[in-house]
């Protein structure tokens, strides 16, 4: 089993649609949870932080889900330049190292 | 941009051939980390450095080593070279004083023949 799971898509949406991407993972022990966003054959770039009261950046709601492991990404009112792969990391202290663990990315297509 | 660089952008090498590749971190960082992007995947850790010691490893074999300087720059080095080391390697910068955001360069895409 993966340590981070993602569902591959890819989604294809129509400009101004609502889209939402799950994440489960398995360690209990993740210390800090995030989303990051890559543009094709470009560096993975952090979106936002997730934390468990939720948050909240413009167009884009993350939530964690402790209990279940559990991480959700909202984006509303999809524009064209969100076309990407979101991935779905967690942070791990091993020893005294952060070890960040990807998922394996959902590739988004916002569609004119 | 994340003030991180690295070099070359891209690679080819065949199989068996050493590479070594640059990372050069953002002002004021003091940990390094790589990470190695096949395609269609996410990525994966291989080591982390801290004031010039490896304290993290991921699932990689020894032929991965690495080097940090004392100005914070780094090295990755790959033995042996096999095909499916075919990636995008990508190193991450972090301060101490933000030990949970990680700035990422460009990556180097490197290709085994």
């Known amino acids: 089993r993966k340590e981070v799971e993602q569902d591959p898509g890819p989604f294809n949406v129509p400009e101004g649609a609502t889209v939402a991407f799950n994440c489960t993972y398995s360690?209990?022990?993740?210390?800090?949870f995030f989303w990051y966003r890559q543009d094709c054959r470009k560096e993975p770039k952090l979106l936002m932080s997730?934390?468990?009261s939720g948050n909240e950046d413009g167009r884009f709601t993350a939530q964690l889900n402790r209990a279940s492991q559990y991480i959700s990404l909202l984006i509303r009112d999809s524009k064209l330049s969100d076309s990407a792969t979101y991935l779905c990391?967690?942070?791990?202290?091993?020893?005294?190292?952060?070890?960040?663990?990807f998922g394996s990315g959902t590739q988004l297509t916002v569609l004119p | 941009e994340t003030g991180v660089t690295q070099s070359p952008t891209h690679l080819i090498k065949t199989r068996g051939q050493q590479v070594t590749l640059r990372c050069s971190s953002q002002?004021?960082?003091?940990?390094v980390s790589w990470y190695q992007q096949a395609l269609g995947q996410g990525p994966q850790f291989i080591f982390q450095?801290?004031?010039?010691?490896?304290?993290g490893r991921g699932n990689f074999p020894p032929r991965f080593s690495g080097l940090q300087f004392p100005n914070y720059s780094s090295e990755l080095n790959v033995n042996a070279l096999e095909l499916d080391d075919s990636a995008l390697y990508l190193c991450?910068?972090?301060?101490?004083?933000?030990?949970?955001?990680?700035?990422f360069g460009p990556g180097t895409r490197l290709t085994v023949l």
């Open positions: 991450a910068s972090r301060s101490g004083l933000q030990p949970d955001t990680q700035y």
């Open positions: 360690n209990s022990a993740s210390q800090s």
């Open positions: 997730v934390y468990s």
């Open positions: 990391v967690v942070n791990l202290l091993s020893g005294s190292a952060r070890q960040l663990t």
């Open positions: 002002s004021g960082h003091n940990t």
């Open positions: 450095y801290y004031r010039e010691e490896e304290n």
